[in-house]
């Protein structure tokens, strides 16, 4: 089992910046990426950033620029780094793991991203 506990999610005015943060915690070693994913409810969730072992990364086109992912494997955590926020930002932002472990990964609770104009 994994486990992964985001936080940082929170209001911000468009163009502003905000910094989501992800504690993994159970298999570490199971884990083959890590990464993010945001949901507008009902819609599908989709791809924000991804980050392998290796540190090959991958980004959506919409946030290409805009968002930086990062990992400090010693302390098990993933980041993101949001700059110059927009409004289409706004999200439910969930915390990924690809593990050897399950089909599908591990996902965290989710954090809340409000972009305002």
């Known amino acids: 089992q994994v486990y992964l506990v985001e936080t940082g999610g929170g209001l911000v005015q468009a163009g502003g910046s905000l910094r989501l943060s992800c504690a993994a915690s159970?298999?570490?070693?199971?884990?083959?990426?890590l990464g993010w994913y945001r949901q507008v409810p009902p819609k599908q969730r989709e791809l924000v950033a991804t980050?392998?072992?290796?540190?090959?990364?991958n980004y959506a086109d919409s946030v290409k620029g805009r968002f930086t992912i990062s990992r400090d494997n010693a302390k098990n955590m993933v980041y993101l780094q949001m700059n110059n926020l927009k409004p289409e930002d706004t999200a439910l932002y969930y915390c990924?793991?690809?593990?050897?472990?399950?089909?599908?990964?591990?996902w965290g609770q989710g954090t809340w991203v409000t972009v305002s104009t």
């Open positions: 990924y793991a690809e593990s050897d472990l399950v089909w599908g990964g591990y």
């Open positions: 159970g298999r570490i070693s199971s884990i083959n990426a």
């Open positions: 980050m392998t072992n290796v540190g090959t990364t």
